[in-house]
């Protein structure tokens, strides 16, 4: 890796950080107070600063612009338009144009609570962790795979015992690269708002990044070696 | 070693990108939490019998019939697909206008506009907020509050009784009377027999005493599928048992029915709406060749002769003879004189259809067929008289279960109401007067509609004049668990749970059962009850509304009064813990349950049990009737000119008579967004049976996707082209989705095949104001070109 042992260490930390971004980018629709830091200097510097550890500031670009043009709008109105967007893609009618859950994307019945959520539910049980109760929506939403992500990602090793990055990676192959593809590229066809779009690009390419990043802290073949379509 | 605890997943602090927008996810959770996982069986129930549900992993993984019920059907296993269905609402929404603008935003754009997911504080203010805006501003009767719908299945959560209840406390609701099932029934028979419906012979003593079953419009192997609670599904039984005695059966039916495949009767394949010039020829017959029993009508009946000039023809210079029926009915004249004097032979039960209702004039063939079975002087005897009643249920002998009290809607101020079959002129028309039974009606001038537990959009015909109502009302509320086309439309729409998702009970003559809670509410769904007791609250009525008391204590309380009353009638029952860890409670029917005769006390002493008419018998002449003067209910059973039927004018344009029966596979729009879906859509859409000779005249094979049409509106189906319609006749199943091209534009083409787009909601007469659905024309095409997709259930994208 670039950069020798700061760098990794800058990246692990990096990485973790991003993770949590992105899972509070999908878990909620965006107040005035968030969309205004947001679209704040010190904000999107950090932002940047993630995405360039991360290997993913070119596609962090079209997110970082639609910050950028937010900054001096009037935020009552942009976080309307913020809200309406996430209602329509994420909420309904219907299971919503976009609905950011694995069992709709994967389950042979396409309906919530599939496998995927049970293989999901299984592992935050392991881990000892889980879902807080307001957050009102199965284990497979996108935001909570994320989550998972990020507690995997900043999950300190046992003392003496090497970083199970392989943990990270079979839930990263086993879940999220199994369907957020796909879910991103309806959010990209669908969505409204620059800034739903953005995150979504960015996050479809941090994984396909973080993969390879995964690989080969594993060891694994890349995955172009043995990879199932 | 240290315990393992549930940590926070994600941490404020930090970064300031993940600080602010990375609000904890995952929470700690207490100590000593029950391990997740463990599989678990709860005992339930919905409207397709009694059930048991697997939970393991924390979701509902196979609800299966209960082992006790003889006849399970299918519905009940797709219970998991309704819960965990990708429609599902999951949040309280507000129509993007309405947030903005509330009652001054465009009505017309419901159905059309995007929607706000909002919190439940946020929601419940609003909605608290309009009722009062609309009770100062307007007063209680400009609230609508009917929220008619095929009735919750338990005792507690029923939608539309804690929507009364709370609208019954402040200060009162307009509301509606009778059903879309029963739309004559409730009306017409009290007039006659003195019952809101006929009292039926147990079938048991039917089976051991008919030597012949006479079918008016009814499918008994299809609508008993649908109950609620009951533990078994009895009368798919009793059909067996009916075949298996190899009792003759006649059915007169325009479509052959799943009960015909099976009993294989002798079909009357009848013309659509003419089921009362039947049976008037068939009374001719009895008349004039002396097979009626003078001595029963002369001690039994009032009116006999009146009726008598008009069915010889004395009255009007046509008499009502099997000649005269021939052209109308399109049977022949022999085969209706032949039935006539095989009924006159038999000892013969009438059984009717609810159907028979559904059509206009749909008093006439219910009080006709009390008069034939009258005239046969059968009435209260073994074996004879007539069965119409509900069908999940009619004839099945009862059992000795004490009643279960259910939650009480309490007092409604507002005396204001209409036939359920007349809301949607109500909201078009304020202001309006009709008659209905005897009475002027006056519609009040409705702002806010209120609906929780039903579809209007489904069971009201002709939708396109529902979407204009629709938009009349300054604000629409709709509770739902799954996006249906009245949640689409709706200015707010709140979460409901289904009845997996929460604790109640059911309670029948047979069974008292428990309905166990199986899996969390679903999304920030709330029970009905709970939400408008969180209403109540914020409206000052919070302690009536609850009396204090959460889930549980409502069903010990219930169940308490009903084990009160076993104890005082001798009838044992367990405490409630035993009850609820057992799950159900059986009372089998008794030996004098299943030997019951409908009428045999009347008939044994009519003057110690005289009927609940004014004479006390039964009233084949009606003076109350002849009272009201209506022109469309004469004061005996009389054949009218059904309007829009094959024999008028209007066939000319539209020469195909639709009938819209009830589904094998939901219960009217119920369940046509689970699985059971594929085992009947043709080309994805409701299938439309028509006639070979029918379908080769319009160029239509099977599996083409066709548009059913008329003045009234236009909708897509797929061909299903088969014999067992009539020619003249197609049939589409009522309760497929629907799914306009253009939301909210009246006229619009449905593209999934709703059969209300092309029905009528022109009330059947002025005594019940009832639906008249079966009464509809219609031309059938086959659609040229590629058919618009459909998005009625807007399957999940990438999928």
């Known amino acids: 890796m670039a950069g020798g042992e700061g760098a990794a260490a800058s990246r692990e930390a990096a990485r973790a950080e991003l993770y949590g971004v992105l899972s509070g980018a999908f878990a909620r629709e965006l107040d005035e107070e968030a969309w205004a830091h947001l679209c704040g200097p010190e904000a999107r510097t950090a932002l940047r600063g993630l995405a360039a550890a991360c290997e993913v500031e070119v596609d962090a670009g079209a997110l970082l612009a639609c910050l950028i043009e937010g900054e001096g709008r009037d935020p009552a109105a942009t976080v309307e338009a913020l809200a309406e967007d996430y209602a329509r893609l994420f909420i309904g009618p219907g299971p919503g144009l976009a609905p950011p859950y694995e069992s709709l994307y994967t389950s042979a019945e396409r309906r919530y609570y599939g496998d995927a959520f049970s293989e999901v539910a299984a592992l935050l049980r392991a881990e000892g962790i889980q879902v807080a109760a307001e957050f009102a929506a199965p284990a497979d939403h996108i935001a909570v795979e994320l989550a998972i992500m990020r507690h995997l990602a900043q999950k300190p090793a ?56 995964l690989r080969r802290a594993t060891g694994a073949p890349p995955a172009g070696a043995d990879a199932v379509v | ?231 078994g599904h009895t009368i798919m039984g009793f059909v067996a048992q009916l075949r298996d005695a190899k009792i003759p059966v006649v059915s007169v039916n325009p479509l052959e029915t799943d009960t015909d495949l099976f009993l294989k009767p002798q079909r009357i394949a009848i013309r659509p709406n003419t089921d009362t010039a039947l049976m008037l020829a068939l009374a001719h017959v009895l008349y004039t060749e002396n097979l009626h029993d003078r001595a029963f009508l002369d001690k039994y009946t009032v009116g006999f002769d009146r009726f008598a000039e008009y069915l010889s023809g004395r009255a009007d210079g046509q008499a009502k003879s099997p000649e005269w029926a021939a052209p109308i009915t399109e049977v022949s004249a022999d085969a209706i004189r032949a039935l006539a004097r095989r009924m006159a032979k038999s000892r013969t039960v009438l059984m009717g259809g609810y159907p028979l209702q559904r059509a206009v004039h749909g008093e006439q063939p219910v009080w006709m067929m009390i008069t034939l079975s009258a005239m046969l002087g059968q009435f209260g005897q073994p074996g004879g008289g007539i069965q119409i009643d509900f069908p999940g249920r009619v004839g099945a002998p009862l059992g000795t279960a004490p009643s279960v009290p259910g939650l009480s809607t309490g007092a409604n101020p507002v005396k204001d109401f209409v036939p359920i ?96 809670q199986a899996v969390p509410p679903m999304f920030e769904a709330r029970n009905d009850f709970d939400i408008f007791a969180a209403l109540a609250a914020r409206l000052g009525v919070g302690a009536q509304y609850t009396e204090g008391k959460d889930e549980m204590a409502w069903l010990r309380q219930f169940y308490g009064a009903a084990a009160q009353q076993g104890q005082a009638r001798g009838v044992a029952m367990p405490d409630f813990d035993t009850f609820w860890q057992r799950g159900y409670l059986e009372f089998p029917a008794t030996d004098a349950a299943n030997a019951l005769v409908g009428y045999g006390d009347f008939r044994a002493d009519p003057t110690a049990h005289p009927l609940g008419t004014p004479s006390g018998k039964i009233e084949i002449y009606s003076e109350t009737i002849a009272s009201f003067t209506y022109d469309d209910c004469p004061p005996h059973p009389t054949w009218l000119d059904p309007g829009e039927w094959l024999g008028g004018p209007l066939a000319a344009r539209y020469p195909l008579h639709l009938l819209s029966p009830h589904p094998n596979d939901r219960l009217h729009s119920q369940m046509d967004q689970t699985w059971l879906r594929q085992r009947y859509e043709v080309g994805a859409r409701e299938p439309v049976w028509i006639n070979p000779q029918d379908a080769a005249a319009r160029g239509i094979t099977n599996g083409d996707i066709v548009r059913v049409f008329n003045d009234r509106g236009q909708t897509l189906a797929g061909a299903v082209v088969t014999a067992r319609t009539r020619r003249g006749v197609v049939a589409i199943h009522e309760g497929g989705w629907y799914d306009p091209l253009v939301p909210g534009q009246p006229g619009t083409l449905d593209r999934h095949g709703n059969i209300n787009t092309v029905s009528s909601d022109a009330p059947n007469s002025k005594l019940s104001d009832g639906n008249s659905s079966h009464t509809a024309l219609v031309q059938v095409e086959k659609y040229v070109g590629m058919p618009p997709a459909v998005t009625a259930f807007t399957p999940p994208p990438g999928a």
């Open chain 2, 1 to 231: 070693m240290q315990p393992i605890t549930r940590r926070v997943l994600l941490q404020r602090g930090g970064v300031a990108v993940g600080g602010l927008i990375a609000a904890p996810l995952i929470g700690v959770s207490p100590a000593g939490a029950a391990p997740e996982g463990a599989a678990v069986t709860r005992f339930g129930n919905a409207h397709w019998g009694l059930f048991t549900a697997e939970v393991a992993g924390g979701r509902l993984v196979r609800t299966l019939p209960f082992s006790k019920d003889p006849h399970p059907n299918r519905i009940v296993t797709a219970m998991p697909d309704l819960v965990y269905s990708s429609n599902r609402v999951k949040s309280p929404m507000i129509r993007q206008g309405f947030y903005r603008d509330r009652s001054r935003s465009d009505p017309s754009a419901r159905g059309r506009e995007p929607f706000v997911r909002v919190s439940w504080d946020e929601a419940l203010d609003v909605v608290a907020g309009e009722l009062t805006r609309v009770k100062t501003q307007y007063g209680n009767r400009a609230i609508y509050g009917g929220s008619y719908g095929w009735q919750s299945p338990g005792k507690l959560h029923g939608a539309a009784q804690a929507l009364q209840r709370l609208l019954g406390l402040l200060g009162g609701y307009v509301y509606a009377v009778n059903s879309y099932s029963a739309p004559t029934l409730p009306v017409i028979s009290p007039h006659v027999v003195g019952d809101a419906a006929p009292r039926s012979s147990a079938w048991p003593s039917l089976i051991k005493n008919s030597t012949l079953v006479v079918m008016f419009g009814y499918d008994p192997l299809v609508n008993a599928e649908i109950l609620s609670g009951d533990g």
């Open chain 2, 421 to 516: 079959n007349m809301w949607v002129d109500l909201l078009l028309n304020p202001g309006k007067t009709i008659d209905y039974d005897g009475r002027k009606i006056t519609y009040p001038d409705i702002k806010l509609v209120y609906w929780a537990g039903g579809n209007p959009f489904h069971h009201a015909q002709d939708v396109n004049r529902v979407l204009q109502a629709w938009q009349r009302p300054e604000v629409t509320i709709v509770h739902e668990y799954s996006w249906t086309a009245t949640a689409k439309h709706a200015d707010i729409v709140l979460p409901a749970t289904t009845t997996l998702e929460r604790n109640d009970i059911v309670a029948t003559s047979q069974f008292i059962a428990a309905m166990q």
């Open chain 1, 158 to 213: 046992a003392p003496g015992q090497p970083h199970p990055w392989h943990v990270q990676l079979e839930f990263l192959d086993g879940h999220l690269l199994r369907w957020a593809p796909r879910w991103v590229a309806d959010v990209a066809r669908e969505a409204a708002t620059g800034f739903y779009r953005g995150a979504a690009s960015l996050l479809d390419a941090f994984l396909s990044k973080d993969a390879v990043w």
